[in-house]
């Protein structure tokens, strides 16, 4: 069940990024509904609010998510860290030039 919906939040970025500029906000809104719906409460607020702002932007550096959620830098790194350990969140590529990568168990 994993991978179909891995497939489905793929298609929905597919479809974001053919919208343009990080795609429409509603393509945006559901496959941010998607991640929130699986994950459930396996995760806090504040992942949670990691998560979202990382499928709307997954280029995003630390400094902006924490800026965006109102955390510091270093509790924004521990709970990407927590994030990576349920295998919810990876990165792809280098610190500079890479990007992330939203998964589901």
């Not at 393509?27 to 979202?52: H, Y």
């Not at 270093?74 to 990165?91: A, M, V, Y």
Request: glycine residues 10%; without cysteine.
């Amino acid at each position: 069940m994993g991978s179909k919906w891995i497939r489905q939040s793929k298609e929905y970025l597919k479809l974001a990024a053919e919208e343009g500029e990080g795609g429409t906000e509603k393509v945006k809104e559901k496959a941010i509904e998607k991640v929130i719906e699986k994950v459930g409460e396996r995760v806090t607020e504040n992942q949670k609010r990691i998560l979202e702002e990382i499928i709307k932007n997954k280029y995003i550096t630390i400094k902006r998510l924490s800026e965006s959620i109102g955390i510091s830098e270093r509790k924004t790194q521990e709970n990407i860290k927590k994030l990576k350990g349920k295998s919810l969140l990876k990165r792809v590529g280098p610190d500079k030039g890479g990007y992330w990568e939203v998964l589901a168990k």
